[in-house]
């Protein structure tokens, strides 16, 4: 059974970089069947797409957060990351990590429990 | 704001049908990108329970369908228990992006 789990800081100071990984487990995390992606939910709202990597190394992010994203895969690890620089209180989010099955619908079918990140000094 | 509309809430009995829609554009749902649902329950991280319009993974209820009419897909859960109240999220691509609609909170009363 694949699992993702996120991890990183719960707390991160206006201005600075979010930096989160996703630790895929059960699973390879090398195949051209699937894409890797980060989602975010701000408290008490809906979810938004920050961004997704695909096999081909391909990376696809929000229009609006693309400035002030990177995601990167680490095969020998079985990782991938998320790091969102500049941050504001704006980002204060629950981030979650999970499997894109590729294909003619986002289709995300294994997410992790999502981790909190608050910004604030 | 999002590109997807959903109506903010919707409330049905038990054993009841509700739907829920999600109005895109001609840039989106109402071209050849498909929509994919999912349920979130508080607390809890979404799960896909509709994909490519119509399409049930494997282990969702069959009273949970999909369908889609122009620039407008729907959600429709037959049999309304209490376990389906949640929130629903509408997803669908942009061009190469991903997008998220507003959210529906489902109410079983």
């Known amino acids: 059974q694949l699992q993702v789990q996120e991890s990183g800081p719960g707390l991160v100071k206006p201005s600075e970089t979010l930096s989160l990984i996703c630790t895929v487990s059960?699973?390879?995390?090398?195949?051209?069947?699937?894409?890797w992606g980060w989602n975010r939910q701000p408290p008490g709202k809906g979810l938004e797409w920050i961004g997704s990597?695909?096999?081909?190394?391909?990376?696809y992010f929000n229009p609006s957060l693309k400035s002030r994203v990177t995601i990167s895969v680490d095969t020998s690890k079985n990782q991938f990351s998320l790091k969102l620089s500049s941050v504001t209180a704006a980002d204060t989010a629950v981030y979650y990590c999970?499997?894109?099955?590729?294909?003619?619908?986002?289709?995300?079918?294994?997410w992790g429990q999502g981790t909190l990140v608050t910004v604030s000094s | 704001q999002s590109a997807l509309t959903q109506p903010a809430s919707v409330s049905g009995s038990p054993g009841q049908s509700i739907t829920i829609s999600c109005t895109g554009t001609?840039?989106?749902?109402?071209?050849?990108?498909?929509v994919s649902w999912y349920q979130q329950r508080p607390g809890k991280a979404p799960k896909v329970m509709i994909y490519?319009?119509?399409k049930r993974p494997s282990g969702v209820s069959n009273r949970f369908s999909g369908s889609k009419s122009g620039s407008t897909a729907s959600l429709t859960i037959s049999g309304l228990q209490a376990e389906d109240e949640a929130d629903y999220y509408c997803?669908?691509?942009?061009?190469?992006?991903?997008?998220f609609g507003g959210g529906t909170r489902l109410t079983v009363l």
């Open positions: 999970a499997r894109g099955i590729v294909g003619a619908t986002p289709l995300f079918d294994y």
């Open positions: 059960g699973g390879s995390i090398s195949s051209m069947s699937y894409n």
């Open positions: 997803c669908s691509y942009v061009g190469s992006f991903v997008v």
């Open positions: 001609s840039s989106d749902v109402g071209s050849y990108n498909l």
């Open positions: 990597i695909y096999y081909s190394g391909n990376t």
């Open positions: 490519e319009d119509n």
